[in-house]
C-alpha cells in the first residue's frame, strides 16, 4: 500500500522528469509506464527517496504501489516540497536522458540483482553473477549487459 505522501512525491518527481527531460508521462501508453517504474527504481541510486517498494517482475524491478499512485489523479495533487532534496537530479538525468526502455529495464534488473547479491552475501564475484543472472533474464548478450554495467558505474548508480 503507498504512503499518504506518496502521490506528491511522485507528482515531484514527475514535474523534474518534464522540467529536465521534457518527458510528460502518458498513463496511456504501456512504455510510460514501464519507463516510469524503471525511472523511479533507478532515481534511488542518486538519492531520490522514494516510498516505493519494488520486487522482480517479468520487465525488471516493478512497485505495485508506485503503479497504484500513477493511476490516481495525479494533477490534483500539488508536489511535495522536500520530497527532491537529497535527488541528484543532474548525474541522474545525465545517466537516464537518451536511454531507451530496453536499457532501462536491462539497468534496473542488473542494479537490483546486484544489490540482492550484495545483501546476501553468497560470494564469489557478485558483478560476474549479476551479470549473468540479468543475461539469463532479459535474454541480453553479455556484451550489452556490460555495456550497461559500465555505464551505471561510471554514473555511480552502482558499487562494485
Do not use: C
Not at 521534457?22 to 538519492?47: I, M, P, T
Not at 564469489?124 to 550489452?144: C, F, H, L, Q, S
Amino acid at each position: 500500500m503507498s504512503s499518504p505522501t506518496s502521490p506528491s512525491t511522485l507528482r515531484a518527481f514527475l514535474d523534474i522528469l518534464k522540467d529536465e527531460l521534457g518527458w510528460q508521462f502518458n498513463l496511456n501508453e504501456f512504455d510510460d509506464r514501464l519507463r516510469l517504474q524503471k525511472f523511479v527504481y533507478l532515481a534511488s541510486a542518486f538519492g531520490f527517496e522514494h516510498p516505493y517498494s519494488y520486487g522482480m517482475h517479468l520487465r525488471g524491478p516493478y512497485s505495485p504501489p508506485l503503479a497504484q499512485d500513477y493511476y490516481s489523479d495525479l494533477s490534483s495533487i500539488e508536489p511535495a516540497d522536500d520530497a527532491l532534496r537529497t535527488f541528484d537530479v543532474a548525474n541522474f538525468t545525465e545517466l537516464v536522458e537518451s536511454r531507451d526502455v530496453r536499457w532501462l529495464e536491462v539497468a534496473a534488473t542488473l542494479r537490483a540483482y546486484v544489490i540482492r547479491l550484495q545483501r546476501t552475501g553468497t560470494g564469489g564475484n557478485v558483478i560476474e553473477r549479476a551479470i549473468e543472472e540479468t543475461m539469463e533474464e532479459k535474454d541480453e548478450p553479455r556484451r550489452y549487459v556490460e555495456q550497461v554495467y559500465d555505464d551505471l558505474r561510471r554514473a555511480h548508480a552502482i558499487s562494485d
